[in-house]
T-cell receptor
Framework: ELKVEQNPLFLSMQEGKNYTIYCNYS?????LYWYRQDPGKSLESLFV?????AVKQEGRLMASLDTKARLSTLHITAAVHDLSATYFC??????????FGTGTSLTVIP | DTAVSQTPKYLVTQMGNDKSIKCEQN?????MYWYKQDSKKFLKIMFS???????INETVPNRFSPKSPDKAHLNLHINSLELGDSAVYFC?????????FGPGTRLLVL
């Protein structure tokens, strides 16, 4: 079974600081997804990365994909409290099977 | 307009009972999914269903069965509920890449 690992699992960061969340996966895949989940809520799609070298940015979040290294990163720039949530990466196989990472619980403190 | 809806939102039941969770999507998507999120927020895919092709995660007990009366619905039926089935169950749908998740059903087995 495909394994998807994220680190760190928990992240507490101060407002205004930068940080990166890492997502490693164990088998070949060209598609990588990032989701956000607020406490008690559903998952919201943030980014879809479809090829090696893909980079996408939305506000203070930027995601990238290196398929050769089987690594994706989610970079947070100048964190604000509203970014506090759990972030998941996910990889899919060619048969509509999505495998999610362990999640990174982010808390942004003033 | 709700894209992916689930009912009920909360479900509390006794061990050994049989229950169903309903899911409907109004996005015209071809593929629907069921996920289980445990108390540690770990997300695992249970089923994907595309044009009557069912792909089952082999780790899912056969007490769980998806039923799709039509393309817009994928219901989850659970027989002989066990304590370990307590979790949040999410339905999702997708057309090409991005998945849209329902609000989740919180199941508690007593």
């Amino acid at each position: 079974e495909l394994k998807v690992e994220q680190n760190p699992l928990f992240l507490s960061m101060q407002e205004g600081k930068n940080y990166t969340i890492y997502c490693n996966y164990s088998t070949t895949s060209d598609r990588l997804y990032w989701y956000r989940q607020d406490p008690g809520k559903s998952l919201e799609s943030l980014f879809v990365l479809l090829s090696n070298g893909a980079v996408k940015q939305e506000g203070r979040l930027m995601a990238s994909l290196d398929t050769k290294a089987r690594l994706s990163t989610l970079h947070i720039t100048a964190a604000v409290h509203d970014l506090s949530a759990t972030y998941f990466c996910a990889v899919d196989t060619s048969v509509n099977q999505f495998y999610f990472g362990t999640g990174t619980s982010l808390t942004v403190i003033p | 307009d709700t894209a992916v809806s689930q009912t009920p939102k909360y479900l509390v039941t006794q061990m050994g009972n049989d229950k169903s969770i309903k899911c409907e999507q109004n996005l015209g998507h071809d593929t629907m999914y069921w996920y289980k999120q445990d108390s540690k927020k770990f997300l695992k895919i249970m089923f994907s269903y595309n044009n009557k092709e069912l792909i089952i995660n082999e780790t899912v007990p056969n007490r769980f069965s998806p039923k799709s009366p039509d393309k817009a619905h994928l219901n989850l039926h659970i027989n002989s509920l066990e304590l370990g089935d307590s979790a949040v169950y999410f339905c999702a749908s997708s057309k090409i890449e991005t998945q849209y998740f329902g609000p989740g059903t919180r199941l508690l087995v007593l």
